[in-house]
């Protein structure tokens, strides 16, 4: 067992039972407020641990790290140390916060130093993202799409099954929650039209998907397996691949998604570890027909991650649309990561690699608003008596995630974003 995994561990600060943050998650981010350009930090409870501040006054000193690595914009250069130093300083932080040591609780100077409510603070990008890649793994939603722009019997391209389909996003517009989105522009072809028109998107949609980022940099013509696929990723984040689902469908053939895609994405702003959710590992859908040897893996590799969309107008009368779950994904992270490496493409620390919609088999599981109103056939009722198809101007998405194995809760906070009218 991971040390800081322990479900029976305490902590002197008081975490609600509903918390994302029990002593258990420690996650990693990068904050600043009005005294602070960038520190990195965790979060416990309603508060962020500044890890700086941590260092420099000397309780990292068994873990043996520069104040320094955390005086930085970004994670990256804390990530590319390698999962024996990240889970060591986990571990460290699991210790100084446990109800059985009292020595920064005690030290009101270093603990007021060290502890800042969530609230007081404003949460920045964690990494530097080189590069971004987005699958499509979800059968569930492959099945949906399928069926609506084909028909059932042809629902999912004949590739599906063997290869984890993807395709490269643009990381320069990854958003960290908080930011707004503006509605985009682009090129249509409206059913009734014999030419394409131009303006902003009429079909705004979000998809439920999750990312995970790279820990270990691989040479070019280096292959991950399955079976080393976890040493590679660091941990997981939220992800909102914002589409224009009208635009998608006039350039998508035959390269795939480009300005339908890479005007946005919004990420939560706290990257929980993989090995904060070895907990809540859980099997995955049975591969049929078999894969190839370089894709199949053994053990439990899927995530049981509880996950939820809400839309909130300008009224502020929320309405969850969707729950679904991780455990929904036909493709693991790992055989992701293996397929995407297989032909010696070479990988970087901090790189992206988001699962695609995560849509289950009830319509309430469904992981977009085109699967949710059925290409707008079916509106959804919102709790202020409205209706939406697809995203309004001045709503907000709110994406939330958490696992909770009876034992132990942890969370991933929100990646939330309103949408403002296009430029």
Known sequence: MIKANNPDITS??????????PIQNLPFGIYTDASVKHHACSAIGNYI???YELAKRGYLADVKLDAELFNQPVLNDFIALGKSTTRALRDKLSDIFNSNNQHLKNNSDDAQAVLKLQT???????????????????????????????????????NWK?????YHGRSSSICISGEPVYRPKGQMKPADAEVPVYGPCKLLDFELETAFIIGKSTQLSESVSTEAADDYIFGMVLFNDWSARDIQTWEYVPLGPFLAKNFASTISPWIVTLDALEPYRTKGYVQEPKVLPYLEYTGD?????????AIVPENNIETIVCKSNYKYMYWTMEQQLAHHTVNGCNI??????????????????????????WRGTKPVKMNDGTERKFINDNDTVIM????????????????????????
Not at 349 to 366: C, L
Request: include cysteine; hydrophobic fraction near 35%; aromatic fraction near 6%.
């Open 120 to 158: 007081d603070v404003k949460m920045l990008m964690p990494v530097r993202v080189g590069d971004y890649t987005d699958f499509y793994s979800s059968i569930d939603h492959a099945t949906n799409i399928g069926t609506m722009i084909r028909d059932p019997k042809n629902a999912l391209m004949p």
């Open 301 to 309: 590799k899927n995530v049981d991650i509880k996950l939820e969309v």
């Open 12 to 21: 002197w600060i008081s975490v609600d039972k509903h918390s994302d943050f």
């Open 400 to 423: 939330r995630g958490y696992c909770d194995n009876g034992k132990v809760r942890i969370g991933f906070g929100e990646s939330k974003a309103k949408v403002l009218p296009a430029k």
């Open 162 to 166: 063997h290869i984890p389909v993807g």
């Open 49 to 51: 641990i500044d890890l």
């Open 348 to 373: 970087n620390v901090g790189d992206m690699m988001a699962s695609g919609t995560i849509s289950g088999p009830q319509p309430i599981e469904y992981g977009s608003m085109m699967e949710l109103s």
